[in-house]
């Protein structure tokens, strides 16, 4: 396994020039050895595009990668020494299961004793040991690509496994236990894992560090807890989480904002931003709470309430912005006529939708 540096990244696929069309724009970051990352964003923002130039699929218009300091940005897949998962299994029907797993290390010619223990330590960790004389055909999509996944995790020698959205063939309760299971693989297998997803559960659940992509771009890599306590960017904010943080209009000064004439305190102090700036908070539904409509708290009106068992959230309007705010146990709103409540603590400035640090 290896470390993997991204120095200036970046790709093009032709067409008009400027950088701001790149597919994907300049990156620069540094994976570490045996990390289990997650690329997440929506359709389009570049996942892929990133995944085949870390496997050279793809050779960047710009930049290098290094694997473990050494160069590789013109090295051959191959020569790049790394197992990749598709999202369509790819797999011999004719062979056995036991044969599809250990078909990658017999291709490296690694010796006989040394396949049959890793094809039975993967066959066990995937629960595949009672099917491995099995021939391959005529099993279902799932089974397909559960050796899918055993073949890109048998050789201990790789350099990272990349894999790209693995589990959109599996059925929703096989994808659940799988999620569940990647991350135990990886914590048995101590390899580098680099998994693409559009799917916040499936990139929360597996990686140590999730890196969100935007329109090309990198917006934040970070710890689930990172990103949903403090993102860099609105897009992280609206992205990760059900729902997603709620991001208004304000004025900012020191340590208070002002939305529609109400003040809103902040815990940290704000120098001046950037006049042309556009300027706005950002608070997690989780800490702001409905409450009786009072003289110092911003008003709202609710739309409708949504009972998740453990917590309801309230769908409320601010003017015309719509929000979403905790309804604490036991409330019962009066009126359609909310105030809402923040804490302070959880509420973040954002300008032109970047994270600003207060001091
Ligand atoms: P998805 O989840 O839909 O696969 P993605 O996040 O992986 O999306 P990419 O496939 O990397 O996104 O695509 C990024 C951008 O590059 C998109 O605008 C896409 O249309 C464009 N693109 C991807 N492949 C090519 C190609 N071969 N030629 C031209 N443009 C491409």
């Excluded at 050494?70 to 036991?98: E, L, W």
């Excluded at 039975?120 to 960790?125: D, G, H, K, P, Y």
């Excluded at 556009?278 to 949504?306: M, T, W």
């Amino acid at each position: 396994m290896a470390r993997i540096d991204l120095v200036d990244l970046a790709h093009s696929y032709g067409g008009n020039g400027g950088v701001e069309n790149y597919a994907l724009k300049p990156v620069t970051m540094t994976w570490r050895q045996g990390g289990a990352y997650a690329l997440l964003g929506p359709s389009g923002c570049g996942k892929t595009t990133l995944l085949n130039l870390i496997s050279g699929i793809l050779t960047p218009s710009r930049g290098k990668i290094l694997f473990d300091g050494k160069d590789i940005t013109q090295a051959s897949t191959r020569a790049r020494n790394i197992a990749q998962v598709f999202q369509f299994p790819v797999i011999y029907d004719t062979m056995t299961v036991g044969q599809n797993l250990a078909f990658p290390l017999r291709n490296r010619g690694v010796p006989k004793a040394e396949i049959d223990k890793r094809v039975a330590e993967i066959a066990r960790l995937l629960d595949l040991t009672p099917d491995l004389s099995r021939k391959a055909t005529r099993l279902t999509a799932d089974a397909k690509q559960k050796i899918s996944l055993g073949r890109g995790l048998v050789r201990s020698d790789v350099a990272a496994v990349l894999f790209d959205e693995p589990l959109t063939v599996i059925d929703p309760e096989l994808k659940w236990q799988l999620r569940s299971k990647l991350k135990a693989l990886h914590r048995e297998l101590d390899l580098t894992m680099i998994y693409v997803t559009h799917d916040q559960t499936e990139a929360l659940t597996f990686a140590d560090t999730v890196v969100v992509m935007h329109d090309g771009r990198v917006v934040q890599s970070g710890t689930p807890a990172e990103l949903f306590d403090k993102p860099a960017h609105t897009f992280v904010g609206y992205f990760i989480g059900s729902p997603g943080m709620n991001i208004i209009a304000a004025e900012v000064s020191g340590r208070q904002a002002r939305i529609e004439g109400r003040t809103i305190a902040l815990t940290r102090a704000y120098a001046a931003l950037p006049s042309n700036a556009k300027v706005e908070i950002g608070v997690r539904p989780e800490f702001v709470d409905i409450a009786e409509p009072a003289p110092d708290l911003l008003s709202a009106n609710i739309e409708r309430i949504d009972d998740l068992g453990r917590i309801r959230f309230a769908r409320v309007k601010v003017g015309d912005v719509k929000f979403a705010a905790r309804v604490p146990a036991g409330f019962a709103p009066s009126t359609s006529q909310v105030g809402l409540k923040f804490q302070p603590s959880h509420v973040h400035v954002y300008a032109d939708s970047h994270l600003v640090e207060g001091a």
